[in-house]
């Protein structure tokens, strides 16, 4: 399997922008998941899907960003408008489920995002 | 309120030497713990995770943690570190609702 695949994996756009970030899960995998990555917070979680459908979205920051599961094998996240805080790497994850043995999160490369 | 903490913000050790890297929870329940790795411009790797059962986890590349209940403590060893260990190591804690808590990590540097 080739892993959870993000693109793209750098982006730097100017502020006021809309950003979309693309994820496909691994095949399989029932949950989805969006982390943010700065520096100041660390690691957080942004939404989760169950089964295409966003389970938990409060970690979405503001009404800038949303997030689309359209289908079980691809996920997006978008930033309308982009502002410069807004820079981080973005991850996306997958699980097969989150119980037991099956709720190992496998995480992309991440996309690192610039808003200048 | 669910955390982890990580204390140290950079560790650096000799290639050959022993490793530990401290973490701690705070959690009202029994929880499962998870050590992840970072290299430099990649995604998160799972080293070990722990659900219940023995408290002494064997992970990959020769890690392992033990949890330790009575100090809310999941420590990760490796007892030889090699070069190619360098990078940043997250320890975490999944709540009843599914989500990772991520602790704020620990940035090993290895020494030649």
């Known amino acids: 399997d080739a892993g959870v695949i993000q693109s793209p994996r750098h982006e730097v756009t100017e502020m006021g922008q809309e950003v979309t970030l693309r994820c496909k899960p691994i095949?399989?995998?029932?949950?989805l998941f969006w982390y943010r990555q700065t520096m100041m917070r660390g690691l957080e979680l942004l939404i989760y899907?169950?089964?295409?459908?966003?389970?938990?979205d409060s970690g979405m920051p503001e009404d800038r960003f949303s997030a689309k599961m359209p289908n079980a094998s691809f996920s997006t996240l978008k930033i309308q408008p982009s502002e410069p805080r807004d820079s981080a790497v973005y991850f996306c994850?997958?699980?097969?489920?989150?119980?037991?043995?099956?709720?190992?999160?496998?995480f992309g490369p991440g996309t690192r995002l610039t808003v200048l | 309120a669910q955390s982890v903490t990580q204390p140290d913000i950079h560790i650096t050790v000799s290639e050959g030497a022993s490793l530990e890297l401290r973490c701690n929870y705070s959690?009202?329940?029994?929880?499962?713990l998870f050590w992840y790795v970072q290299s430099p411009g990649q995604g998160l790797q799972l080293l070990l995770k722990?659900?219940?059962?023995?408290?002494l986890v064997q992970g990959i590349k020769g890690f392992e943690a033990e949890f330790k209940r009575s100090q809310s403590s999941f420590n990760l060893r490796k007892p030889s570190v090699h070069w190619s260990d360098a990078a940043e190591y997250f320890c975490?804690?999944?709540?009843?609702?599914?989500?990772?808590?991520f602790g704020s990590g620990t940035r090993l540097l290895v020494r030649p």
């Open positions: 975490a804690l999944k709540d009843s609702s599914y989500k990772l808590i």
């Open positions: 994850a997958s699980s097969l489920g989150t119980s037991g043995r099956s709720d190992t999160q496998y």
């Open positions: 959690y009202g329940a029994t929880p499962y």
């Open positions: 095949s399989g995998h029932d949950y």
């Open positions: 899907f169950n089964n295409n459908v966003p389970i938990d």
């Open positions: 722990y659900f219940s059962g023995d408290t």
